[in-house]
């Protein structure tokens, strides 16, 4: 606390991302970085851009990127809003659509930043119990709302919402932006981005910080009606009107331009989830089906922060969440084979 703070500022409680600690050898399966770099290509289109033209300022709408992403998912670039991550996309989504008389809705358990964006813009909000197994409870929703987001698949379960039930909810809410986070959805989802053109209200937020290997350039997206993609540039021209700097720029085009080296790192990801899944099965640990690039999982007979603790002074580390209905939970991020194989090595000592 500070006599020199506005007064919203002591009411808020950040948001505490996954640790970076700079260990050498450390086996970090915390914050779902893509084991894998970017694609050559994208170094190079960097490389490119390196030079005397970074002392102007980037095209403010990110025209070039818009294009590519609208060419990509078949939409136009007016239909594509551009921002520094995917948090900085949803901090402007909170604020363009989510502050209304009626509450905003979200799973009980679901990504931990939007509360924090709720306590930052004063949104009132209310929580939606998922079920027993996690899945999505489309029933709730039909109370009076002021807009809905979830992650689809969610974080940090990994559960996956179908498109016929997400259209079922787009429907029922025709009043309300519904705003779809795909993180995550690269890695065996259907995106929502193909339901774009038939409902104005739905939003799909993607980041380029996990399937895409750039968490390091912070380049996120929203995909929606030109209603909605207005909102977000009226809100984005009010704070910051450069998000994305040249490099970070070129580096996102030169990523969809080179969809095999994408889809090889996903296909990648993907097989070592199934792989992992398998042998903490093996183990006695119960793993909730994952669609994304990190698993949910708890064993029966061992406590979730002892085994975090073990990992860790074994140099692997992997993300625990103190919070009701979780907290016997771990969520391992997929590494590489040699990660999973030193992590398997580890566990195996402990159980
Ligand atoms: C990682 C993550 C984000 C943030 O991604 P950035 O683009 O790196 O800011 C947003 N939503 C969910 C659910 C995430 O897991």
Redesign the pocket.
Known sequence: MSRYWSPIISQLSPYIPGEQPKVDNLVKLNT?ENPYGPSPRVIEAIRGRADDNLRLYPEPTSKGLRETVADYYGLTPEQVFIGN???EV?AHTFFAFFQQSRPLLFPDIT?SFYPVYCSLYGIDYRTVPLEEDFSVNLGPYTQTNGGIIF?NPN?PTGCLLSLDKIEQLLTQNSDSVVVI?E??IDFGGDSAVKLVDNYPNLLVIQ?L??SRSL?GL?I?LAMGSRDLIDGLVRVKDSFNSYPIDRLAEAAAVASFEDDSYFKKVCQQVIESREQLNAELQALGFQVLPSAANFVFAHHPKLDALTIAAKLRSEGVIVRHFKQPRVDHYLRITIGTPKHIERLMEVLKRII
């Open positions: 779902n991550g995917s948090d949803l990504y992650p974080a986070d993180a995550y980041t910080s996990k968490a912070r996120g």
